[in-house]
């Protein structure tokens, strides 16, 4: 297989995931600021933080204001992260390989782009629609993951497009788990607990893990089992863990995958001795920096090992390069 192909493939499945993933933050913000109490504050604008995307915003639109900001995260293809340009480029990936996948792959996903398109610039008309449009998005995507998963060869090919949705889904749940940080609760100690657990509740049912965690963890909603559960649990799609284990799988069936594999295992490892008992919320964003860390660093390995090479093949030197911001 050739370097350009895997990359486009691996893109491909980050792009679509992204798209997904997108549309979650923002409607797990959506129902968590109508869920905060009097006195607990929380701005649209952190969500400019979480995905990176701050500066940017800034360049294009200036002052912070929630519709703005839901343009330039849905419908804005000046942002790399935003749904509409996050889909954009899955389908531009898919365009040059098609014959690796089935037909009614490419069907449903340009017919998903077309939806994304017509709608997306009136998605922000009111918190409804904008929550109803999303969660269209996110039902179409999951229909093009099944399609995948039950008629495609497990083969290489299979296995970067296995990568790619790894790798951004592990991104997006710290990002998701990091929204939380910033939200300043309320001064009163009792509605500090109940803004807590509205919080937490909002952030499993963002990564539809609302019923898992209760069958597999507690009833009761608590922060530092959430927290847990989102990043350690081996069993739920959703936890970083659990992608961490499946890009780690990936990689045993492809060749030279020793550096990107040993990258995959520190990362795991990293986890692994995290205490989250008791954790404050600065003490959470640290953590989860640093998970995001590791998660750029399996990217780079993974880019320098199989994408910065020649179009023979996998042979050659990594360049060193790292991918443009836009792609990061």
Same mark, same amino acid.
């Given at each position: ?29 959506? *129902? *968590? ?9 929380? +701005? ?7 995905? +990176?995307?701050?500066?940017l915003y800034t360049e294009h639109?200036?002052?912070? $204001? ?51 398109? $017509? ?5 922000? =008309? ?28 497990? =083969? ?7 990568? +790619? ?26 509605l500090q607990k109940t803004t ?24 009761? #909603? ?22 961490? @284990?499946?890009? $780690? ?8 995958? @020793?550096?990107?594999?040993?990258? #995959? ?5 990293? *986890? ?16 989860? =920096? ?24 996998? @042979? @050659?030197?990594?360049? +060193? ?8």
């Amino acid at each position: 297989m050739l370097s350009r192909v895997a990359e486009n493939l691996y893109w491909m499945a980050r792009y679509l995931e992204r798209t997904e993933d997108m549309a979650r933050l923002i409607n797990a913000t959506t *129902l *968590l600021l109508l869920d905060l109490p009097q006195g607990a504050e929380f +701005g649209w604008d952190i969500l400019l933080q979480v995905t +990176g995307d701050a500066k940017l915003y800034t360049e294009h639109y200036g002052t912070p $204001e929630e519709g703005r900001i839901m343009r330039f995260l849905i419908a804005d293809e000046r942002n790399p992260n935003s749904v509409m340009a996050a889909i954009h480029q899955a389908r531009e990936n898919c365009r040059t390989f098609r014959d690796l996948l089935p037909a009614e792959f490419w069907e449903r996903l340009n017919t998903l782009f077309l939806f994304v398109r $017509e709608h997306a610039d009136t998605s922000s =008309d009111s918190r409804h629609a904008r929550y109803a449009f999303l969660s269209e998005v996110i039902s179409r995507r999951h229909a093009l993951v099944g399609l995948l998963i039950s008629s495609m060869s497990q =083969d290489n090919v299979y296995q970067f497009i296995k990568l +790619g949705r790894n790798m951004e889904r592990a991104d997006m749940t710290t990002r998701i788990v990091d929204v939380t940080s910033a939200v300043i609760l309320p001064q009163d100690q009792g509605l500090q607990k109940t803004t807590t657990s509205s919080l937490w509740l909002g952030v499993l049912r963002a990564l539809s893990a609302f019923e898992m965690y209760r069958r597999h963890v507690s009833v009761q #909603v608590r922060s530092n089992q959430v927290v847990d559960y989102l990043l350690k649990d081996n069993k739920f799609p959703r936890s970083m863990k659990y992608s961490l @284990g499946e890009m $780690e799988v990936a990689l045993a069936y492809l060749p030279n995958a @020793g550096i990107p594999a040993e990258a #995959v295992r520190r990362a795991r490892r990293r *986890l692994d001795v995290l205490k989250l008992a008791n954790l404050r919320p600065d003490l959470l964003h640290e953590y989860l =920096d640093q998970a995001q860390k590791d998660l750029a660093m399996v990217h780079r390995t993974i880019h320098d090992t199989y994408f910065a090479r020649d179009d023979t093949g996998f @042979g @050659g030197v990594p360049s +060193g390069l790292l991918l443009n911001a836009a792609q990061a």
